[in-house]
């Protein structure tokens, strides 16, 4: 909604890369700590989001994982509002579990919050 005006709107990813790429430089200069709430289910993308982070000035990082059940995803998106297609979730829970994240990516610490 930030950049779009609707949650809904996901719009070109290098117009919202830009943007993260700006506020993390931002939050460095403001505060000592930020969070950024994104799924990336590829290593890539974490790593990516890792580097950056580090070249920002974020001297520590915390990652959080949500190691849930397709099951319970699945039963979850039912009762949200803005739904996100079952075909989406599945394959987002496929990369995720075919790359899961680790302290190797970049990270100082990884919490995983199991099923």
């Not at 075909?87 to 990516?105: G, H, N, W």
């Amino acid at each position: 909604a930030q950049l779009f005006g609707d949650e809904a709107i996901q719009g070109p990813w290098l117009q919202v890369w830009q943007q993260v790429q700006q506020q993390f430089y931002q939050a460095v200069r403001q505060t000592s700590l930020a969070i950024y709430d994104a799924t990336n289910v590829q290593r890539r993308q974490r790593r990516q989001v890792i580097d950056l982070a580090k070249e920002s000035g974020f001297s520590h990082l915390t990652g959080l994982w949500l190691d849930k059940s397709l099951e319970l995803c699945l039963k979850r998106n039912l009762q949200r509002q803005r739904q996100v297609p079952e075909e989406v979730i599945m394959k987002m829970y496929r990369q995720l579990t075919d790359a899961p994240p680790s302290c190797k990516e970049g990270l100082d610490v990884l919490k995983r919050i199991a099923k």
